[in-house]
Structure formats: structure tokens, C-alpha cells
């Protein structure tokens, strides 16, 4: 089993920064993709950027150039930059680890962006 819990996550102005961190525990495979979701009211839950262990990454499009992935592999970590901020960017950010074939989610942090 493995447990994902998120932090990082609050409210904070147009333009401004958040830094969302993941840190997973329990029997983890070596190797595994690691990423970020996101969730709006009202909406489907959206992959926002992904991770492999070997530091290969991809992101949305809208994110791109202001959003960064990273991981911390000794601390099974993952990690989520977030620079200038948009309204449009309110929702509950979730990470997941995928091994396996198999899927877990952490709990989700709100992250709210006021204009």
C-alpha cells in the first residue's frame, strides 16, 4: 500500500507563487511516473504535469513555462512550482504515483488564486 499526502497549498493573489509538495510512503515500486492534478468546481479532474524516476516530465499547456515538476527520489517526493499564478488556476491539486499499473491518489490541496 502506499499513502501520498500533499501540502503547499493556500490562497494567494494574481502573479503571486505556491510551492505543492508530495511525499509518498509505504511499498513504493522503483520505478514510477509521479504527477500533479487538478480539479475545478464543477469539473473533471485534469492532469496538470507528470514525473517519471528518471526526471523525464511533461506538462499542459496552459501551465507551461510557469509551472515546474521536480522529485526528490531519496525522499519520494514530488514537488510543484507554481509561478505566476491565474485566477483560472483555482482547484484542488492532487498528486498520484502510478507503479505497476496500479494508481493512488493523495487527499488533494486547494489551491485558490484571487484576481
Known amino acids: 500500500q502506499v499513502q501520498l499526502v500533499e501540502s503547499g497549498g493556500g490562497l494567494v493573489r494574481t502573479g503571486e507563487s505556491l510551492r505543492l509538495s508530495c511525499a509518498a510512503s509505504?511499498?513504493?515500486?522503483?520505478?514510477?511516473?509521479m504527477g500533479w492534478y487538478r480539479q475545478a468546481p464543477g469539473k473533471q479532474r485534469d492532469v496538470v504535469a507528470t514525473?517519471?524516476?528518471?526526471?523525464?516530465?511533461t506538462y499542459i499547456e496552459s501551465v507551461k513555462g510557469r509551472f515546474t515538476i521536480s522529485r526528490d527520489n531519496a525522499k519520494n517526493t514530488v514537488y510543484l512550482q507554481m509561478n505566476s499564478l491565474k485566477p483560472e488556476d483555482t482547484a484542488v491539486y492532487y498528486c498520484?504515483?502510478?507503479?505497476?499499473?496500479?494508481?493512488?491518489w493523495g487527499q488533494g490541496t486547494q489551491v485558490t488564486v484571487s484576481s
Open positions: 498520484d504515483l502510478v507503479a505497476a499499473g496500479i494508481r493512488y
Open positions: 509505504g511499498s513504493i515500486f522503483r520505478f514510477n511516473v
Open positions: 514525473i517519471t524516476t528518471n526526471g523525464g516530465t
